[in-house]
């Protein structure tokens, strides 16, 4: 397999006695104000519920709600790459804690970074000494599991576009089902990455882990909340399709 060929990085830590491995990426000049990068964070990661509202809810008119959804579903790659881009050098991939220069913990050996290959790049994220492994054991998971994830979350998708597209030229009697449908697949699919993630191993050598799911939704909350969230809302959302079905 061809390497990849890693982005332009800013210069490692020249900590004394500590390896490649566990050496952080230094933060450059000018870097952004721990609070104000995190809010960005939350601001961008709630489009993703915005978009599931509209998708599910679909409040009237139903045009109106499927055009605002697609437009925001595929223009928030534009912010949240670039948001990724500033946030690598700075936050715990798993739990979202600031890692800047004079912060607790500052740039030393307390911080080890997880290489992530994504469209050809890679991506060396900074994590906890602590949330290395879990990270390293839920990337691993998607790697594996990409196939069925993706079967679990595009087909209803793609089906319930297709439903509320009919509903907006008022032919709607399929959308209730697909609605649930979607929530149902989507509920079993996210539950199913956020516990078992668990059952990995973490990966066992330094070979970057493909990401098989767009990687900059990972940075605006952190890894370990996100899974956290996939369990509650996975949870209600399989009660919800599975109530449609047996009612």
């Given at each position: ?13 020249p900590t004394?006695?500590v390896?490649?491995?566990?050496r952080?990426r ?7 104000g721990?609070?104000?990068l995190?809010a960005v964070g939350?601001?961008l990661?709630l ?7 509209l998708f599910?809810?679909h409040?009237?008119?139903v045009?109106?709600?499927?055009a ?29 804690r ?7 913990p500052?740039?030393d050996?307390?911080?080890l970074?997880?290489?992530?290959a994504?469209?050809?790049r890679?991506?060396?994220a900074?994590?906890?000494a602590a949330?290395?492994?879990?990270a390293?054991?839920?990337f691993?998971?998607?790697a594996?599991?990409r196939l069925?994830?993706?079967l679990g979350i ?12 009919a509903?907006?030229?008022?032919h709607a009697h399929a959308?209730?089902?697909a609605t649930a449908?979607?929530q149902?697949?989507?509920?079993l699919t996210v539950?199913?990455a ?12 330094p ?6 799911f ?12 996100l899974?956290w969230?996939f369990r509650?809302?996975?949870?209600w ?9 047996l009612?």
């Amino acid at each position: 397999m061809r390497p990849l060929p890693a982005p332009p990085e800013p210069p490692l830590d020249p900590t004394p006695g500590v390896s490649r491995e566990s050496r952080p990426r230094a933060a450059g000049g000018g870097e952004p104000g721990g609070r104000r990068l995190q809010a960005v964070g939350v601001l961008l990661f709630l489009f993703i519920p915005l978009v599931l509202y509209l998708f599910v809810r679909h409040p009237e008119p139903v045009a109106a709600s499927l055009a605002a959804g697609i437009v925001l579903m595929a223009g928030h790659r534009f912010l949240a790459r670039p948001y990724m881009a500033r946030a690598v050098p700075h936050k715990c991939l798993w739990c979202n804690r600031m890692l800047l220069p004079g912060s607790t913990p500052a740039l030393d050996a307390s911080t080890l970074t997880l290489d992530l290959a994504l469209d050809g790049r890679l991506i060396a994220a900074r994590c906890c000494a602590a949330h290395h492994a879990p990270a390293g054991r839920f990337f691993r998971f998607l790697a594996l599991a990409r196939l069925p994830l993706r079967l679990g979350i595009f087909g209803p998708l793609l089906l319930l576009l297709a439903a509320l597209a009919a509903a907006a030229a008022g032919h709607a009697h399929a959308l209730p089902a697909a609605t649930a449908l979607f929530q149902l697949a989507v509920g079993l699919t996210v539950s199913a990455a956020a516990w078992g993630c668990l059952l990995m191993r973490p990966p066992a050598g330094p070979a970057p882990l493909p990401v098989p799911f767009p990687a900059h939704n990972f940075f605006l909350l952190g890894v370990g909340p996100l899974l956290w969230i996939f369990r509650l809302v996975g949870a209600w959302w399989i009660v919800r399709g599975l109530g449609f079905f047996l009612s």
